[in-house]
Every structure is written in C-alpha cells, then in structure tokens.
C-alpha cells in the first residue's frame, strides 16, 4: 500500500519569511512524488517532481523539495515566500509497478500575508 | 500547454438520478484520469484510461462507471446518484504514465446531489 501525509492542514506566515510545508509517505520501494498546487478558483498545477537523482529538485514559481529517504519526505520550500504564493499544496505519489495511480495527500493550505 | 475542458462546470443532481461528466482533452495525451477532491481527502482516483475503449478502476470505484469512446474524451458516470457523491471532480490526462509526465488538469466540476 501506498500513502502520503501533508500533517499541517494549515500554514501562515508573513511575505519574506521561508516557507516549507511537510510530506511524509509511505512505500515499500523508491516512490515517485510530486507537488502539486491549486490557487483559489483554479485547477491543480504542477510544481516539480522527484523520480531519481538528485535529491534537491528544484520547480517553477522557485519552489523547490527536497528528498530524504531517511525518513520518507519530500518537504516543499521556497525562500522568500510571496503573497501571491497563497494557496493549497497537495503532494503525491506514485509507486513504481502501479501503474498511473497517483495518491495525494489531503493537501495544505497556505496563506502569505503582506 | 495543455488543454482539457471539463463539463459542467457545476451541477446539482438528485439522489437516485444519473449524472454523467463529461471531459475533453485536446493534447493527444493516451491516458485520462478521474478524481475527486473532497474536504480533508485531497483527491482520490476513481477510474483511470490509457487507450480509447478501455478504462481501469482507480482506489475507489465504487458508484462510479467510466467510458472513453476516444482518445480526446473521457465521461464518468453516475447511474444511481447519492448524497456521498458530492464532491468537485477533476479530469486530468498525461502523454504517458506519470513516472515520465505531469499530470493536466481540469477546472473541475462541483457536484451537489441533494
């Protein structure tokens, strides 16, 4: 089986502070993940993905994450953090041999105040 | 960039009635996905195609058919509309399994079945 956890539900912070907003997952193997995000009243964006390699990837927007399988997370930060940055990040997975099916986690929401 | 073109926008159904959602995508991607995005569930994977005339179950399948007459069009299909069912859905599709491409999403579709 296969999951992902976005444990803070909820993040705020003021513009110019350094953003990082948590995943953690779970998978027997070497996952695929990726972040996603959703500003208000739009669909689901790609931000950037980790398929293998290095373990800093780096997005668009200047979002970047980084891999540790250390402790399975693929955390998202940006420095500094815009108010325009205001939105829902989801995180996925994908493990390897299932195919296309994609697990999200139930996302986080950030608010950047000016 | 990618188009795909989800319809309705919004829809109100009643319990017992048959919904069906209509997707459209224009990029010449083989595989087509159905998802849907409730409050503190992220988004989850209903039915998912990778060739015209064929569709797979997602992670819940349950109340939900899928048809993909063409490559461009992927419906879901509601027979017996339920009060569970409300939720928003998106479309999404990708040139190829996703471990080499990013998911298109799109705008989504509010369901209310009252």
């Known amino acids: 089986a296969q999951s992902v956890d976005q444990p803070d539900a909820h993040v705020t912070l003021s513009e110019g502070a350094s953003l990082e907003l948590r995943c953690s997952y779970s998978?027997?193997?070497?996952?695929?993940l990726f972040w996603y995000v959703q500003y208000p009243g739009q669909s689901l964006q790609f931000l950037l993905k980790?398929?293998?390699?290095?373990?800093v990837v780096k997005g668009t927007k200047g979002f970047e994450a980084e891999f540790r399988k250390s402790n399975s997370s693929f955390n998202l930060k940006k420095s500094p953090a815009h108010w325009s940055d205001s939105a829902k990040y989801f995180c996925?997975?994908?493990?390897?041999?299932?195919?296309?099916?994609?697990?999200f986690g139930k996302g986080a929401k950030l608010t950047v105040s000016p | 960039e990618a188009a795909v073109t989800q319809s309705p926008r919004s829809k109100v159904a009643v319990t017992g009635g048959k919904v069906t959602l209509s997707c459209h995508q224009t990029?010449?991607?083989?595989?087509m996905y159905w998802y849907r995005q409730d409050t503190g569930h992220g988004l989850r994977l209903i039915h998912y195609?990778?060739?015209?005339?064929?569709?797979e179950k997602g992670d819940i399948p349950d109340g939900y058919k899928a048809s993909r007459p063409s490559q461009e069009n992927f419906s879901l299909i509601l027979e017996l509309a339920s009060l569970s069912q409300t939720a928003v859905y998106f479309c999404?599709?990708?040139?190829?399994?996703?471990?080499?491409?990013?998911?298109?999403f799109g705008h989504g579709t509010k369901l209310s079945v009252l």
């Open positions: 195609s990778y060739v015209a005339d064929s569709t």
């Open positions: 980790y398929i293998t390699g290095d373990t």
């Open positions: 998978y027997s193997a070497a996952p695929y």
């Open positions: 990029n010449n991607h083989d595989y």
């Open positions: 996925a997975l994908e493990g390897k041999g299932t195919g296309s099916k994609l697990s």
């Open positions: 999404a599709s990708s040139r190829q399994g996703i471990s080499n491409e990013r998911l298109f």
